[in-house]
């Protein structure tokens, strides 16, 4: 980034040079706007009225030296302003504006440094809050948290623009309306509140990992954005092992997006990838963090168990040399703290290569007739490829044609196509 003494940078450099800081620090600029203020809704307007104004004023002047400062100035400025025509509070702003309401200095900012890690852990717990819908607390933390723009959101979600922007608007009324305050839960209500940012940061990774919609398996960029927020969680929470988990999870899985699709954007499946792309330094940092979250003795929770899992796979030279009796398990292990459907499948994947594909398909029928999948392609895919293994191969075509035609994902869709025209 420039000086003021570089000279004008241009429209484009300037645009290039505020979404870079705006990526890196959106956060800690919203979570000590928020705490200065105490309105979660009008440090998050303050602070893109002070982007609007920085692709203006530094494309004419220069970027500032210390952008984040002038970005803060500019948005205590604005809710200075905010604060004057709300007359009635006018006793709030004099308190807050104090003898010099028109400064703005980097010397006058509302900027504490030992309070940046409280301010962006306060700011990922409101926008998780309980009172928010899954929805809206997905499209908060990348708004806000994340720094995302509400096109970004929606192209990486498949919803309109205006359906994201509906849901930020209502996710900030509620908080108004519920009377959030931009602070720390107290601690012993952090553990329950620290479950929702853990599920918004796995969901939005998830829909990274394996799109559920459109033409391209990956969406690489929302994968690393939920990696990205689950370090800074982690580091912020230090102490809490499914921080660590979760991380370790992202990073194991992600590790594999190298060897996921082919030349052409084409999946390819766990037993055809290439081992050798999968990435090394990825593996090393998920093993590490999987580290972080034994070392809490508190036993792993349902992030860890599952990152437990992907090394196992990260450790294995090929699918027949995984360790599928371990994987088998930490499924049951995973089923009983967290049960679910889809763990049911998985085990059940496990339990095939472990013990051979007839068991597995017992479990796998006994999932059909509770009904709990109805509707997904998972069942049915996991079905055909056992019925392959075993044989019945009309069975099997069946299945696999049902799973082709209930996928919304195009890539998957093509797979379980082609291996269902294979079958004689």
Same mark, same amino acid.
């Given at each position: 980034?420039?000086?003021?003494?570089?000279?004008?940078?241009?429209?484009?450099?300037?645009?290039?040079?505020?979404?870079?800081?705006?990526?890196?620090?959106?956060?800690?600029?919203?979570?000590?706007?928020?705490?200065?203020?105490?309105?979660?809704?009008?440090?998050?307007?303050?602070?893109?009225?002070?982007?609007? =104004?920085?692709?203006?004023?530094?494309?004419?002047?220069? +970027?500032?030296?210390?952008?984040?400062?002038?970005?803060?100035?500019?948005?205590?400025?604005?809710?200075?302003?905010?604060?004057?025509?709300? #007359?009635?509070?006018?006793?709030?702003?004099?308190?807050?504006?104090?003898?010099?309401?028109?400064?703005?200095?980097?010397?006058?900012?509302?900027?504490?440094?030992?309070?940046?890690?409280?301010?962006?852990?306060?700011?990922?717990?409101?926008?998780?809050?309980?009172?928010? #819908?899954?929805?809206?607390?997905?499209?908060?933390?990348?708004?806000?948290?994340?720094?995302?723009?509400?096109? =970004?959101?929606?192209?990486?979600?498949?919803?309109?623009?205006?359906?994201?922007?509906?849901?930020?608007?209502?996710?900030?009324?509620?908080?108004?309306?519920?009377? $959030?305050?931009?602070?720390?839960?107290?601690?012993?209500?952090?553990?329950?509140?620290?479950?929702?940012?853990?599920?918004?940061?796995?969901?939005?990774?998830?829909?990274?990992?394996?799109?559920?919609?459109?033409?391209? *398996?990956?969406?690489?960029?929302?994968?690393?954005?939920?990696?990205?927020?689950?370090?800074?969680?982690?580091?912020?929470?230090?102490?809490?092992?499914? +921080?660590?988990?979760?991380?370790?999870?992202?990073?194991? +899985?992600?590790?594999?997006?190298?060897?996921?699709?082919?030349?052409?954007?084409?999946?390819?499946?766990?037993?055809?990838?290439? @081992?050798?792309?999968?990435?090394? #330094?990825?593996?090393?940092?998920?093993?590490?963090?999987?580290?972080?979250?034994?070392?809490?003795?508190?036993?792993?929770?349902?992030?860890?168990?599952?990152?437990?899992?992907?090394?196992?796979?990260?450790?294995?030279?090929?699918?027949?040399?995984?360790?599928? %009796? @371990?994987?088998?398990?930490?499924?049951?292990?995973?089923?009983?703290?967290?049960?679910?459907?889809?763990? =049911?499948?998985? @085990?059940? $994947?496990?339990?095939?290569?472990?013990?051979?594909?007839?068991?597995? *398909?017992? *479990?796998?029928?006994?999932?059909?007739?509770?009904? @709990?999948?109805?509707? #997904?392609?998972?069942?049915?895919?996991?079905?055909?490829?056992?019925?392959?293994?075993?044989?019945?191969?009309? %069975?099997?075509?069946?299945?696999? =044609?049902?799973?082709?035609?209930?996928?919304?994902?195009?890539?998957?869709?093509?797979?379980?196509?082609?291996?269902?025209?294979?079958?004689?």
């Amino acid at each position: 980034m420039g000086t003021p003494g570089d000279g004008p940078p241009g429209t484009g450099a300037a645009r290039r040079a505020v979404e870079a800081v705006w990526r890196i620090e959106s956060a800690r600029i919203v979570g000590a706007l928020a705490r200065w203020t105490g309105d979660f809704a009008l440090a998050e307007d303050v602070a893109q009225e002070a982007v609007a =104004e920085a692709l203006v004023g530094w494309a004419r002047d220069g +970027t500032p030296r210390d952008p984040v400062a002038w970005l803060l100035a500019t948005a205590r400025r604005r809710a200075i302003d905010a604060f004057r025509r709300r #007359s009635a509070l006018d006793e709030r702003y004099a308190l807050l504006a104090g003898e010099d309401a028109g400064g703005g200095g980097a010397d006058d900012l509302p900027w504490d440094p030992d309070r940046i890690d409280d301010d962006v852990l306060a700011l990922m717990f409101v926008a998780c809050h309980p009172v928010l #819908s899954p929805e809206a607390r997905v499209a908060l933390t990348l708004r806000t948290v994340g720094g995302l723009s509400t096109e =970004e959101i929606a192209r990486a979600f498949l919803v309109p623009v205006p359906t994201v922007q509906a849901r930020i608007t209502r996710a900030k009324k509620t908080i108004a309306a519920a009377g $959030v305050p931009f602070e720390l839960p107290p601690v012993h209500e952090r553990a329950e509140r620290l479950g929702g940012v853990l599920s918004a940061l796995y969901v939005i990774f998830t829909e990274g990992s394996t799109a559920t919609a459109g033409d391209a *398996l990956l969406r690489p960029g929302l994968a690393y954005e939920a990696i990205r927020l689950s370090r800074t969680l982690a580091a912020l929470v230090p102490g809490e092992p499914e +921080t660590h988990g979760l991380l370790a999870l992202l990073e194991l +899985t992600a590790a594999r997006f190298p060897a996921r699709t082919g030349p052409d954007g084409e999946a390819v499946l766990l037993e055809d990838q290439d @081992r050798r792309l999968w990435d090394r #330094s990825a593996i090393r940092r998920g093993t590490a963090a999987l580290r972080r979250a034994v070392a809490g003795r508190r036993g792993l929770g349902p992030y860890g168990l599952q990152a437990a899992i992907a090394a196992c796979h990260a450790a294995a030279p090929s699918v027949g040399a995984t360790d599928w %009796e @371990r994987v088998v398990l930490l499924y049951e292990a995973l089923g009983r703290v967290a049960p679910s459907p889809v763990v =049911e499948l998985n @085990r059940a $994947v496990a339990v095939a290569m472990a013990d051979g594909p007839s068991a597995a *398909l017992a *479990l796998v029928d006994d999932l059909a007739v509770s009904g @709990r999948l109805s509707g #997904s392609h998972l069942l049915p895919t996991v079905r055909g490829e056992l019925l392959t293994r075993l044989g019945r191969t009309a %069975e099997a075509r069946a299945e696999l =044609e049902l799973a082709a035609r209930l996928c919304r994902n195009d890539r998957e869709r093509a797979v379980l196509a082609r291996k269902a025209a294979a079958l004689p």
